[in-house]
């Protein structure tokens, strides 16, 4: 198993085998871009992506086109961006959004996003707000959350109503360790938690130099290479009928750099992670609601 996953994550760790089209959200009253696997059997499945806080998707650009890469029509609205965002209000916009992207033909006219396969991802507080959503639809058929954070209404709190299949990616050490962790323990579908060793929770944003110069970004390669292959690889399992990638969506599976944690590993690691946090950083979550 260990040689099948490591050849697997350097499969998907490479651009898939679809060129890649960029199109404007605008369309559909809501700002934001769409990103469509060229050439790719229609109709390929949707994948909804939430940005974290003060973000947006041009932070994610390499990200969502390497998605796209591999067969998946992505949608990414620049919605809920300042310092004091609605959380209920971003799901609802990526809802619209998914909604609006469903309806149309896009790329080159050639490729539609299929109803019966649509899944919704996001980094930080976008993860949380992908949990949000997913436990207002039905027709969610898998969610991934990078480093989530807490929402206000609770995304934890929510999960006890969500039966789509779930991948909860964590930072060894993160300080949003506990939100995590309160997701995974409230998931009521399936749900694999792999614990990233050496990824840095704000890592997976993408280079802005004005970003970076006042303390708000902090890319991170090397997070890029541990979840991007992850996440394409969930997807792939979940959304598409080739069991290749049945791998990634296994909790029995091992992948280098990971560990996947069980309900056991939670209940013997301390209750509160926030608890020693500096006060300042509780200031931040009790701001932006993550």
Same mark, same amino acid.
């Given at each position: ?148 954070? +807490?929402? *206000?209404?609770? $995304?934890?709190?929510?999960?006890? #109503?969500?039966? %789509?299949?779930?991948? /909860? @990616?964590? &930072? ?39 970003? +970076?110069? *006042?303390?708000? $970004?902090?890319?991170?390669?090397? #997070?890029?290479? %541990?979840?991007?292959? /992850? @996440?394409? &690889? ?57």
């Amino acid at each position: 198993m260990a040689k099948k996953t490591k050849e697997l994550l350097a499969r998907v760790s490479r651009r898939g085998p679809y060129g890649v089209d960029r199109g404007d959200l605008g369309f559909t009253g809501t700002p934001g871009v769409v990103f469509v696997p060229r050439g790719a059997p229609s109709p390929a499945p949707l994948v909804g992506w939430a940005h974290d806080w003060t973000r947006g998707p041009e932070h994610y650009v390499d990200t969502l086109k390497h998605l796209a890469s591999w067969g998946f029509v992505v949608v990414a609205p620049a919605s809920d961006r300042g310092l004091r965002p609605n959380h209920q209000h971003y799901a609802d916009h990526l809802s619209a959004a998914l909604e609006d992207v469903l309806q149309a033909t896009l790329g080159r006219g050639a490729v539609r996003a299929d109803p019966h396969r649509i899944a919704v991802a996001g980094h930080g507080l976008g993860g949380g707000v992908a949990a949000l959503l997913a436990s207002q639809r039905t027709d969610i058929d898998g969610v991934v959350m990078v480093f989530p954070t +807490e929402t *206000v209404p609770s $995304a934890a709190d929510r999960a006890m #109503t969500v039966d %789509a299949p779930a991948l /909860l @990616l964590s &930072g060894a050490g993160g300080v949003h360790s506990e939100d995590a962790r309160e997701l995974q323990r409230l998931w009521r579908g399936d749900l694999v938690h792999r614990r990233l060793e050496k990824a840095i929770e704000t890592g997976l944003v993408e280079r802005n130099p004005l970003l +970076e110069r *006042v303390g708000l $970004a902090d890319p991170d390669l090397r #997070t890029h290479r %541990a979840v991007r292959p /992850l @996440l394409a &690889g969930y997807l792939l399992a979940t959304l598409t009928d080739d069991d290749t990638y049945a791998a990634f969506a296994d909790p029995e599976a091992e992948f280098k750099g990971t560990v996947t944690v069980t309900h056991e590993m939670l209940d013997e690691e301390a209750d509160d992670l926030l608890a020693s946090a500096p006060p300042m950083l509780k200031l931040v979550k009790s701001f932006t609601g993550g």
